[in-house]
T-cell receptor, first 113, second 113 residues
Framework: QKEVEQNSGPLSVPEGAIASLNCTYS??????FFWYRQYSGKSPELIMS????GDKEDGRFTAQLNKASQYVSLLIRDSQPSDSATYLC?????????????FGTGTLLAVQP | KAGVTQTPRYLIKTRGQQVTLSCSPI?????VSWYQQTPGQGLQFLFE???????NKGNFPGRFSGRQFSNSRSEMNVSTLELGDSALYLC????????????FGEGSWLTVV
């Protein structure tokens, strides 16, 4: 079992729809969870971070964390063609004094105009 | 505030050579980590430095090494390059000791021929 799992996609949604991206992780002790967006040929860009159970909203983005189910998701409302990218879920599996992140393989999102 | 700066951005090396990549973290950030990204393996953690000490190391051969200087700048070195070392090498920095958000530089694209 991989430590952080994502559906590779592609996930295709029409412009203006809600895109839902999902991620599961293996270690119940994980403390910190992140979503990064990566355009082709570019480096990952931080979208959201979440540390406690529940929802966290930032503009059109909402991150959801459920530690009991070891599940973290990212919702993108009013999806735009410019949101088309690979979305990487990252987890700090170890807590404590480390910034080591384990990444999923990413979900490719395609927003159709 | 300047972001994470990596040099060189692009380089081509011959198999068997060695390469050194440089990273300047965001001002005030003391944690620097390195990742390798390839199409086949995704984003994989190489190592992390905090206050000039290597705190974590990923599952890479000893040909991959790094160091951090007193000004938090970091370098990574790959010796005896192999074709499979062709990848995007990403440096990331963080302001706190652990569990905190990391911010990526633009990366160094290494091609081994």
């Amino acid at each position: 079992q991989k430590e952080v799992e994502q559906n590779s996609g592609p996930l295709s949604v029409p412009e203006g729809a809600i895109a839902s991206l999902n991620c599961t992780y293996s270690d119940r002790g994980s403390q910190s969870f992140f979503w990064y967006r990566q355009y082709s040929g570019k480096s990952p860009e931080l979208i959201m971070s979440i540390y406690s159970n529940g929802d966290k909203e930032d503009g059109r983005f909402t991150a959801q964390l459920n530690k009991a189910s070891q599940y973290v998701s990212l919702l993108i409302r009013d999806s735009q063609p410019s949101d088309s990218a690979t979305y990487l879920c990252a987890v700090n599996l170890y807590g404590g004094a480390t910034n080591k992140l384990i990444f999923g393989t990413g979900t490719l999102l395609a927003v159709q105009p | 505030k300047a972001g994470v700066t990596q040099t060189p951005r692009y380089l081509i090396k011959t198999r068997g050579q060695q390469v050194t990549l440089s990273c300047s973290p965001i001002s005030g950030h003391r944690s620097v980590s390195w990742y390798q990204q390839t199409p086949g393996q995704g984003l994989q953690f190489l190592f992390e430095y905090f206050s000039e000490t290597q705190r974590n190391k990923g599952n890479f051969p000893g040909r991959f090494s790094g160091r951090q200087f007193s000004n938090s700048r970091s370098e990574m070195n790959v010796s005896t390059l192999e074709l499979g070392d062709s990848a995007l090498y990403l440096c990331a920095s963080s302001s706190r000791d652990g569990g905190n958000t990391i911010y990526f530089g633009e990366g160094s694209w290494l091609t081994v021929v």
